[in-house]
Nanobody, 127 residues
Framework: QLQLVESGGGLVQPGGSLRLSCAGS????????IGWFRQAPGKEREGVSCVDSVPTITRYADSVKGRFTISRDSAKNTAYLQMNDLKSEDTARYHC????????????????????WGKGILVNVSS
């Protein structure tokens, strides 16, 4: 079964850090752009970040620039989202997705050309 599996979420205090992982199961992530989008309770989904198959190409929503870093490890068939200086407004369910390429405006176009979609993982930023 081809799927993306997220891990690394949980409860963290404001100002803290988490690293989310997105592992490919049953297929290689090498030729896919991997992105993250999130949905907070009662809010619309929004794109967070994306890393292309060429890992030097990355996209970030303005709200996370300077705090989040996306990366990928081909040997582990996994992509990561390092989240630092977390804020209460980062509380959401985070999903990873596989695209053919990263849309330029990832905040708005995160749903474009999605081929695989993980079930998501909760991140709760609270004191």
């Amino acid at each position: 079964q081809l799927q993306l599996v997220e891990s690394g979420g949980g409860l963290v205090q404001p100002g803290g850090s988490l690293r989310l992982s997105c592992a490919g199961s049953g297929f290689s992530l090498d030729t896919w752009a991997i992105g993250w989008f999130r949905q907070a309770p009662g809010k619309e989904r929004e794109g967070v970040s994306c890393v292309d198959s060429v890992p030097t190409i990355t996209r970030y929503a303005d709200s996370v620039k300077g705090r989040f870093t996306i990366s990928r490890d081909s040997a582990k068939n996994t992509a990561y989202l390092q989240m630092n200086d977390l804020k209460s407004e980062d509380t959401a369910r985070y999903h990873c997705v596989a695209h053919y390429s990263c849309p330029v405006d990832y905040y708005n176009d995160f749903a474009y050309n999605v081929n695989y979609w993980g079930k998501g993982i909760l991140v709760n930023v609270s004191s």
